[in-house]
């Protein structure tokens, strides 16, 4: 059996004491080394913005556009911070939380693969052991006891919340990337990308039309539905069908379906909104516009015994065609299936009484709508208005309940998603090359040419906000994870270690074609194959189901691909798509390096892996242009041309810092032994 309620079952289990049966190693926090007292010290607030860029930041500073940040370099210190390899979110993230690199956490990118199946997974996602459940059938029920694979944390290490709060330091920490499910602590923190909305989906939206939607491979949950005229005034004003929630996985019934509830919607034309009924909850949502937050709950047993709580919004973009968005189901932040915050529930609880009902979903930012053609920009903008909303007011919080000596890290989605889906409307780090993304769109760029600037200047009006409420004392740091460049050219991998000879199709399948699906691989007859947005896998023996390759012959392998890569020139351009490629050996260490791709690929600004590649298909063509669709800008490429920003208000002596160094600092800040694990130098020092 698996699921949720298998994973709320054993996250119940992971916080009353019960340890997991498997799961990655987590050191023990170390011993405080001449450790001075918390209070004695100001603090550290963190702001961490995804997706800050130097070279933009700079430009903006430069044009007066942001006076906070250019009063905080004055005052302290402003520089690149180099970022992780590959430049990936809940990479680089995992780098700052353990102060190792990904040879020693265990996160090499959004996707990888079951060796023994070659099915991608997510990268949060320890792969399976094959044991199966122990699930008794009670009166009807099928009930998980034990011997199913433990819904754990996939990152390695120990997170620096632990150290600090080992030592006495008072530390919160507010969405932090790659925390779900949170690893048990006594700091208070709340997940953030990565976690699961309440069917499993990791963020799937619904979308109810009377439109025939044909020709699309939508990411949605889509219903074609009939408006009914219900009070015979001759208008079809009423909605009927329902809401499809978490799998009913408790019942012992072979054929296993979702559980509903009913959804109902009454249109007020002359009022310009409408009534939406959702099970036992309703509220009004106007024509155009956004619902507030409705809960809904799906009774997984029946008599409402064990119901399970989400809380969803929903937007009417249209009645006439009828185009009804709902939400992901967001876990309820009264009541959530799985934990989401330490040191229990009851932070989470208290989370809500501060803040009303919030985005818990990890990357709420409505991209897929966007990248369906259902959600246009102006949609995508509105939405996005609504998690900035959240997030500010989150960083509210945090600030209310900085004390001196404590240590806070709140994460900040204001710019990273909306420079992916909309950076070909102006290039906001070299504005002479707008125009000439493949995406770009004359008539309707000038209406979106401003939001991405809109979005760097508002990231300063919260500076300014922090920098005057926290204690003067207190240190504050400004980082990134990464920052931006435009995606222009798109390369499928797969294609290329198909024309290179190292992967093979089943022609059988494909019907003689060498392109297709990733089960339309030969992997019997392969070397390597790609997964990913920047790995390469060798068919390595005793490691894949149909390994071939010696650990000689892998190495040989290995440098003939990577020397063949980084040759590669673009026939459309001349340019060279891959900048650097990177053997997992020679630039990562730690206990879980023999997790790690053996191939790193590091693209050149503008290049990056297409998304059928990433997920271990195979186009026809190896290189194409970006005409849109998907992200626009990209940081998925070598470390050296996205670097992130490193901005704190103590003048720093040298520059040259990457993420581990963050980490390292903290606990230097405090007098902490940084522990020998940890690859990083404080910027202190």
Excluded at 56 to 74: S, T
Aim: charged share 25%.
């Amino acid at each position: 059996m698996s699921g949720l309620f298998t994973r709320s079952l054993i996250a119940g289990l992971l916080f009353t004491g019960v340890a997991p049966a498997a799961g990655p190693v987590v050191a023990e926090p170390s011993p405080a080394a001449d450790p001075v007292a918390a209070d004695a010290k100001g603090g550290v607030f963190v702001l961490g913005v995804d997706g800050m860029d130097p070279v933009v930041l700079q430009r903006f500073i430069d044009e007066g556009k942001m006076p906070n940040f250019k009063a905080l370099a004055a005052d302290g210190s402003f520089q690149e911070l180099g970022t992780s390899n590959p430049p990936q979110s809940p990479v680089a993230w995992s780098n700052f939380v353990t102060g190792m690199n990904p040879g020693g956490h265990g996160i090499y990118d959004f996707i990888h693969r079951d060796p023994k199946t070659y099915l991608p997974m997510a990268s949060a996602t320890p792969p399976p052991s094959g044991n199966e459940p122990f699930t008794p059938n009670l009166f009807g029920f099928c009930l998980p006891l034990w011997g199913a694979d433990e819904f754990v944390n996939n990152r390695s290490g120990t997170p620096f919340w632990d150290h600090l709060i080992e030592a006495g330091v008072p530390t919160e920490v507010y969405r932090m990337p790659g925390n779900f499910p949170p690893t048990p602590s006594e700091a208070l923190t709340l997940t953030g990308m990565g976690t699961d909305d309440l069917r499993a989906t990791n963020g799937q939206y619904f979308w109810y039309t009377d439109e025939l939607v044909v020709g699309q491979h939508l990411k949605a949950e889509l219903t074609i539905v009939q408006l009914e005229d219900t009070d015979d005034d001759g208008v079809r004003e009423t909605m009927s069908d329902v809401l499809k929630g978490p799998a009913d996985s408790m019942h012992c019934n072979p054929a296993k379906h979702d559980l509903e509830i009913p959804l109902k919607l009454w249109i007020d034309r002359e009022n310009g909104s409408a009534w939406v009924q959702a099970g036992d909850s309703d509220g009004i949502v106007p024509i155009g516009g956004w619902s507030d937050w409705m809960t809904v709950s799906f009774d997984a047993i029946g008599g409402g015994m064990m119901p399970l709580e989400g809380i969803v919004r929903f937007y009417l973009k249209s009645v006439e065609p009828f185009r009804l968005y709902v939400s992901p189901i967001n876990f309820s932040p009264t009541a959530p299936a799985t934990p989401l915050t330490t040191p229990s529930d009851d932070a989470l609880v208290e989370l809500k009484k501060e803040l009303g009902n919030f985005y818990t979903q990890g990357m709420p930012e409505e991209t897929n709508a966007l990248k369906d053609g259902l959600f246009d920009d102006d949609d995508f903008v509105k939405q996005v208005q609504l998690v900035h909303d959240d997030g500010h007011a989150m960083l509210d919080l945090a600030l209310r309940r900085f004390d001196p000596g404590d240590t806070s890290f709140v994460y900040l989605s204001d710019i990273d998603l909306q420079c992916h889906m909309l950076w070909h409307h102006a290039d906001i780090k070299e504005p002479e090359r707008t125009g000439t993304h493949p995406a770009y769109k004359a008539a309707i760029a000038d209406r979106h040419a401003k939001h991405l600037e809109d979005f760097y200047v508002g990231v300063d009006a919260v500076l300014g906000n922090v920098r005057d409420r926290l204690p003067s004392e207190a240190m504050l740091i400004v980082m990134s994870d990464h920052g931006f460049q435009p995606f222009t050219r798109k390369f499928n991998l797969n294609a290329w270690l198909r024309d290179e000879g190292y992967l093979a199709m089943d022609t059988e399948k494909t019907e003689g074609k060498t392109f297709g699906k990733q089960g339309d691989i030969d992997y019997a007859a392969s070397r390597a194959y790609g997964y990913g947005f920047n790995g390469i896998y060798l068919n390595r023996d005793g490691r894949e189901r149909d390994g071939m390759l010696s650990a000689s012959d892998a190495r040989a392998l290995s440098d003939e691909i990577i020397s063949k890569l980084e040759a590669l020139v673009d026939p459309e351009n001349g340019k060279r798509p891959v900048l650097n490629a990177y053997r997992a050996d020679e630039v990562y260490s730690g206990d879980r390096l023999a997790e790690a791709p053996d191939i790193i690929v590091g693209y050149a600004a503008g290049y990056g892996c297409s998304e059928t590649s990433t997920l271990g298909d195979v186009d026809e063509i190896q290189l194409y242009d970006n005409t849109g669709g998907d992200f626009t800008g990209n940081h998925l490429m070598d470390p050296s041309v996205v670097p992130g920003v490193l901005l704190t208000n103590r003048k720093l002596a040298r520059d040259g810092h990457d993420l581990t160094d963050m980490t390292a600092t903290l606990l230097d800040y405090y007098d902490l032994t940084v522990p020998a694990e940890m690859v990083g130098t404080s910027i202190l020092d």
